[in-house]
């Protein structure tokens, strides 16, 4: 299994295994990985397994996360890599399979409220900031929406540009589809996005689509500025201010 | 194409009553989905009524396109998608109002998520946590979101999707019929594609079973009710905590017609073709 190190001084002082859960990374000890430091947010980055592949994320710290000496704001790390916090670093342990993804297999129970029950306005507006508050890390504050966006490398298609509004988004020759392609034996559905909560997802269509040059296996949440190839054409995933 | 549809309720296995509801207007094609809250029997009363009302103002704006509608229109929609969302209003007030004059029915709510196909338009409306889904290419795209807290904090970027579904506060809802004089609706269309396979369920399936579970037991079973049997049979093979309702409807090619009779022997072809390179594999 993966593993994170927590170095100060070239001693390790904490060591934790990355699994199927975000480990997160900050100066509050209800972190998965506490650092006890100023220069430390206090919910400052998290590690976590995105697609088989080992993610860090900064979590709009005020000192910043870099990775081999490199400010990031997201990074794939590779085992061996150097995460600075502060004056801490973290060294990158990512030999060993990455865990089970989230979606397969059977889902934990999970405790709840058994009733179902309803939040008028004003509750609502109270835990969604409260809950906000204690996250540290909302990134769609308000008055600042961006607009997820389509544009088109290379290919031909109906439009240059394509703003993804639906819930659904066909890529595809059909007539039927949002972003057309033109062209002879090109794929009727080529491909499709989905918005989900959590972001845009990519899936195959009649062909499968490439992300940044690496073609899907399954759905595939799509990052700012991801390059997608399919049926002939190149698309730059874009979240426009 | 042919669009052939079922659909199962089930108590669950923890749950004594069934606050779950659906009807499927075969002629209309129209498939409604509720799910009911309120102590006692007052779910089961929403989600009832939710249903009924839903139907019967689809039905009158077929008979009468005139008929009037209810709530706030929305721009860009066709005459489908605006009924379906007028008829979502309409429920909510009906089930507010209700609960206004009947103290013992303070607090009774219900979701609602209902789909109606006009030839390959697919409308649909939608307030709450239960969900409709579409299979396509095997892969399940998801076409509500959920009205809830955690969702809602997804959203925000404020939990991830795993905090959420491990989360303590999965049945605290932000929007549900009954609770406020009027509702936002979530209403939108999309276009339907040969094979595409239509799912609405309420969340006593999606807590229990995964997504690709789901789109595994979709393409495996062929026949609709078949299919949400077995859905339901999973659910409560994994605990059955809540009422679990799954509506399934299949957009198969239809089966006269030259055009599809060739159609369906390029894709014999097709087949044959795949085939013959599993056999050089082997």
């Known amino acids: 299994m993966a593993k994170l190190s927590l170095m100060f001084q070239d001693k390790i002082v904490k060591e934790v295994p990355v699994g199927s859960r975000p480990i997160g990374i900050g100066r509050s000890p209800d972190n998965d990985l506490p650092v006890d430091n100023l220069a430390v947010s206090n919910y400052h980055a998290r590690v976590y397994f995105e697609g088989g592949r080992l993610v860090v994320e900064d979590l709009d710290s005020l000192n910043g996360t870099f990775v081999n000496d490199l400010r990031v704001e997201r990074a794939t790390l590779h085992d061996g890599d150097s995460i600075h916090i502060g004056k801490h670093r973290i060294k990158v342990d990512a030999t060993g399979d990455a865990p089970v993804p989230w979606d397969s297999g059977r889902k934990a129970a999970a405790p709840r409220i058994n009733e179902t029950m309803v939040l008028d306005t004003k509750e609502r507006r109270e835990m969604l900031q409260q809950a906000a508050a204690s996250g540290e890390r909302t990134q769609f504050a308000a008055g600042r929406m961006k607009v997820p966006t389509l544009i088109v490398l290379n290919g031909r298609t109906d439009q240059k540009e394509y703003m993804l509004t639906s819930k659904l988004t066909v890529i595809g020759k059909s007539a039927m589809a949002t972003v057309r392609l033109k062209g002879w034996f090109k794929p009727h559905m080529a491909a499709q996005i989905n918005q989900r909560d959590d972001g845009f997802y990519i899936g195959p269509g009649d062909k499968v689509p490439t992300v940044n040059g690496s073609p899907i296996q399954g759905p595939v949440r799509l990052k700012d500025g991801d390059v997608i190839e399919v049926g002939g054409v190149r698309l730059n995933f874009i979240f426009r201010e | 194409m042919e669009i052939v549809s079922g659909g199962v309720s089930d108590v669950g296995r923890l749950r004594s009553n069934n606050e779950d509801c659906f009807r499927i207007v075969a002629p209309l094609q129209l498939f409604v989905l509720s799910d009911g809250m309120g102590g006692e029997a007052h779910g089961e009363v929403a989600s009832a009524m939710a249903v009924e009302t839903v139907t019967k103002h689809c039905l009158e704006g077929q008979e009468n396109h005139a008929a009037p509608l209810f709530g706030e229109p929305q721009a860009g929609l066709n005459d489908h998608t605006r009924r379906l969302a007028s008829a979502v209003h309409l429920a909510n007030k009906k089930i507010f109002d209700s609960a206004e004059g009947h103290p013992e029915q303070r607090g009774m709510g219900a979701t609602l998520t209902a789909a109606w196909i006009d030839g390959t338009k697919l409308s649909i409306a939608h307030v709450g946590d239960s969900r409709a889904y579409l299979v396509r290419s095997g892969t399940l795209q998801q076409l509500t979101s959920d009205h809830s807290l955690v969702a809602e904090q997804v959203r925000r970027g404020i ?57 595994g037991a979709l393409q495996a079973e062929t026949n609709p009710t078949r299919a949400a049997e077995k859905l339901v049979a999973l659910a409560n093979e994994y605990g059955g905590a809540d009422n679990v309702t799954v509506i399934v409807v299949r957009l198969e090619p239809g089966s006269r017609g030259w055009f599809s009779w060739l159609r369906r022997g390029a894709r014999k072809n097709a087949a044959s073709n795949g085939s013959a390179g599993g056999k050089l594999d082997g």
């Open chain 2, 159 to 215: 939990i991830t999707a795993v905090e959420a579904e491990e989360s303590q506060m999965q049945s605290v809802l932000i929007r549900a019929l009954g609770a406020q004089a009027d509702v936002e609706v979530d209403a939108e269309e999309h276009t339907l594609f040969v094979r595409d396979i239509l799912i609405l369920c309420s969340d006593g399936l999606t807590r229990m079973v995964t997504e690709p579970e789901i789109a």
